[in-house]
């Protein structure tokens, strides 16, 4: 796990499209990487996500997972079934 927080930290350090809400959304991505021991795709819910990450809002939970994508920090497949989690890949 410290090596891919290692990597992250390097990667905002010069990424000025990265904010705080990006940060905090990705560590919570991976604080549950690390629970499914630290292996990729892992299954997780907006309502656990929100909560580590501190999001309130769903659209900005959406628009921070999309981002981390675009920036190429994960892959993200939303799952729109209500009882099944989304699919998450670290992309190191």
Known sequence: ???????????ILIDQ??????VGTYLALVLLWEKNRQSS??????????QMS?????????????????LGYIKYLP??????GSTVWLIE
Do not use: A, C, D, N
């Open 17 to 22: 499209r990265v904010r705080i809400w990006h």
């Open 1 to 11: 796990m410290e090596r891919s927080i290692g990597k992250f930290i390097h990667r």
């Open 41 to 50: 795709p892992f299954q997780v819910t907006r309502r656990m996500i929100m």
């Open 54 to 70: 501190r999001t309130k809002s769903t659209r900005t939970y959406h628009k921070y997972l999309k981002e981390l994508e675009v």
């Open 79 to 84: 799952s729109y079934h209500p009882k099944e």
